[in-house]
């Protein structure tokens, strides 16, 4: 059964935006931490953002900060994850993943403290 939903994937040319949002199931309840990571092809399994649930406090990756920005819906405890001026190598697979133990904010920059995990989905820009 999956744990975590995630949608909004899909092919882009360079410079444009995507926007993915992540929903957990009902098995899954209430979560501390929800974020995103990617995997590019032949590639290592990356943070990229992650939002915590009572703060708000976000975190970025290097890579994406002032360019990505992760929100939440408190109501439904879902996230939506907003992708502007996409570049060709940040195609990957995004998965969402969430974690209802707690731990440091910047603790999530390492996958192994989130114990929840979507189905992954692609994205694809194009140059």
């Known amino acids: 059964q999956e744990q975590l939903s995630e949608s909004g994937g899909g092919s882009v040319h360079a410079g444009d935006s995507l926007t993915l949002s992540c929903a957990p199931s009902?098995?899954?309840?209430?979560?501390?931490?929800m974020g995103w990571l990617r995997q590019a092809p032949r590639k290592a399994r990356e943070f990229v953002a992650v939002?915590?649930?009572?703060?708000?406090?976000?975190h970025y990756a290097t890579a994406v900060e002032g360019r990505f920005t992760i929100s939440r819906d408190a109501a439904r405890d879902t996230v939506t994850l907003q992708m502007n001026r996409l570049k060709p190598e940040e195609t990957a697979d995004y998965y969402c993943a969430a974690d209802d133990i707690g731990h440091y904010y910047s603790d999530y920059d390492e996958e192994r403290f989130y114990n929840y995990w979507g189905q992954g989905v692609q994205v694809t820009v194009s140059s």
């Open positions: 939002i915590i649930r009572d703060s708000g406090r976000t």
């Open positions: 009902g098995s899954t309840g209430s979560t501390y931490a």
